[in-house]
Nanobody, 122 residues
Framework: QVQLVESGGGLVQAGGSLRLSCAAS????????IGWFRRAPGKEREFVAG????????YYSDSVEGRFTISRDNAKNMVYLQMNSLKPEDTAVYYC???????????????WGQGTQVTVSS
C-alpha cells in the first residue's frame, strides 16, 4: 500500500508561483502513475495533471496547460507540480493520487493523499 503526502501549498498573489510536492512511501514508486487533482469550494474534484511511470508522458487539463508542469523523481519517490501564473480560480485543495494501471483523467486512482490548500488572491 502506498502512502502519499502533499506539501507546498499556501497563499500566493495572482501571477505568482508555487511548487507542490507529493512524497510517496510504502510501495515501489516507479510502478505507479501519478495524478494531481484539485477540489475548489462548492465544486467537484477536477483532474489537473498526470505523469506516467517513468515520466515520459504527461497530461494536463485545458485550464492549466502551459502554466503548470508535472514531474517526478523516482529515486526520491517524489512528484512535483510547478504552478506558474496562478489565478484566483486555481484556489483549491490539491491532491496527488497513485494508480498501478491507468494514467490520466479518471476517478479510480488506487491511493490518495490528504491534500494541500492553495489560495490565490486577486
Amino acid at each position: 500500500q502506498v502512502q502519499l503526502v502533499e506539501s507546498g501549498g499556501g497563499l500566493v498573489q495572482a501571477g505568482g508561483s508555487l511548487r507542490l510536492s507529493c512524497a510517496a512511501s510504502g510501495g515501489t514508486f516507479s510502478r505507479y502513475v501519478i495524478g494531481w487533482f484539485r477540489r475548489a469550494p462548492g465544486k467537484e474534484r477536477e483532474f489537473v495533471a498526470g505523469i506516467s511511470w517513468k515520466g515520459g508522458a504527461t497530461y494536463y487539463s485545458d485550464s492549466v496547460e502551459g502554466r503548470f508542469t508535472i514531474s517526478r523523481d523516482n529515486a526520491k519517490n517524489m512528484v512535483y507540480l510547478q504552478m506558474n501564473s496562478l489565478k484566483p480560480e486555481d484556489t483549491a485543495v490539491y491532491y496527488c493520487a497513485a494508480d498501478l494501471v491507468r494514467l490520466g483523467n479518471h476517478p479510480d486512482y488506487d491511493y490518495w493523499g490528504q491534500g494541500t490548500q492553495v489560495t490565490v488572491s486577486s
